[in-house]
């Protein structure tokens, strides 16, 4: 999903758009400390359902969080 989402030539305009949104750092916090840990596996669009946003801000929200987790793997 993420690979495919970042070679959308879109993809930067909605992380951008996703980004200015008021309630982005408080939706990803809660998804980070809460929705992952109890449900790990939860798709963008039951992200998006259980916090009542946009799938876009879900969608950027899971791949930052997967990122970070992966980079941290990394080092």
């Known amino acids: 999903m993420s690979g495919e989402n970042q070679r ?10 996703v980004h200015a949104l008021p309630l982005y750092a408080s939706h990803k916090a809660y998804t980070r400390d809460n929705i992952l840990v109890a449900y790990p596996d939860t798709s ?11 799938l876009g801000e879900a969608l950027v929200i899971l791949h930052e969080l997967n990122s970070d987790k992966t980079h941290k793997g990394d080092g």
């Open 8 to 17: 959308n030539p879109l993809w930067p305009l909605l992380v951008d758009a």
């Open 44 to 54: 963008a669009e039951e992200l998006a359902r259980r916090l009542n946003m946009p």
